[in-house]
């Protein structure tokens, strides 16, 4: 089984401001990573497969980097709707595991 | 429009069964890999359970194995999770959600991220 950290587990940040959000996998998973966004009382949706693909309509804003084993999500410019909690997810191997979370509230 | 409506979650007692449903539109069902992910209130998301397009392949996370059975109708673009022996960990809310078909084994592949989510049933087991 792959074990996933993701931090931090809480961001307090600006708008506008850059905020980055790490997820670190205790074996290799090439770049089977995914990353969500999650708004409260909402179902979670598709941010970034591949480690750096952005899904259709995702704004630009949204960056994903890595492959191995450390994995980055890069918000550039936060804006108001970006205020959520964000997920990663490695597919390499079966079961499918999430991280635990990071939420990004208001500073 | 592709979407995914779950139903069938309500208050159940502790040891009793549900079945939840989830209907899909707007893609080839069949040719996709379909999940149950959960989410305890105020936790993160937890893969419960899988099942290949063609219903021949199905998986467990430990937690539920014994107890959950998934299923789906691919006629009716539909699938299934039949919830037995329910504890009160159970309590969550359940969403279903499409493999993309981008992940190592391409389209019909259960290592996947999930494009399409459908909005989610809760599901309360008190004890």
């Known amino acids: 089984v792959i074990w996933m950290t993701q931090s931090p587990s809480l961001l307090s940040a600006s708008t506008g401001d850059r905020v980055t959000i790490s997820c670190r996998m205790s074996?290799?998973?090439?770049?089977?990573l995914a990353w969500y966004q999650q708004k409260p009382g909402k179902a979670p949706e598709l941010l970034i497969y591949?480690?750096?693909t952005l899904q259709s309509g995702v704004p630009s804003r949204f960056s994903g980097s890595g492959s191995g084993t450390d994995f980055t999500l890069t918000i550039s410019c936060l804006q108001s709707e970006d205020f959520a909690t964000y997920y990663c997810?490695?597919?390499?191997?079966?079961?499918?595991?999430f991280g635990g979370g990071t939420k990004v509230e208001i500073k | 429009e592709v979407q995914l409506v779950e139903s069938g979650g309500g208050l159940v007692q502790s040891g009793g069964s549900l079945r939840l449903s989830c209907a899909a539109s707007?893609?080839?069902?069949?040719?996709?890999?379909m999940s149950w992910v959960r989410q305890a209130p105020g936790k993160g998301l937890e893969w419960v359970s899988a099942?290949?397009?063609?219903?021949?392949?199905?998986y467990y996370a430990d937690s539920v194995k014994g107890r959950f059975t998934i299923s789906r109708d691919n006629p009716k673009n539909t699938l299934y999770l039949q919830m037995n022996s329910l504890r009160a960990e159970d309590t969550a809310v359940y969403y279903c959600?499409?493999?993309?078909?981008?992940?190592?084994?391409?389209?019909?592949?259960?290592?996947?991220?999930?494009?399409?989510w459908g909005q989610g049933t809760m599901v309360t087991v008190s004890s």
């Open positions: 959600a499409k493999s993309s078909g981008k992940g190592p084994s391409g389209v019909g592949g259960l290592n996947d991220a999930f494009d399409i």
């Open positions: 707007g893609f080839t069902f069949s040719s996709y890999a």
């Open positions: 099942i290949s397009g063609s219903g021949g392949s199905t």
């Open positions: 074996q290799g998973i090439s770049s089977y």
């Open positions: 591949a480690a750096s």
């Open positions: 997810q490695q597919y390499y191997s079966f079961p499918p595991i």
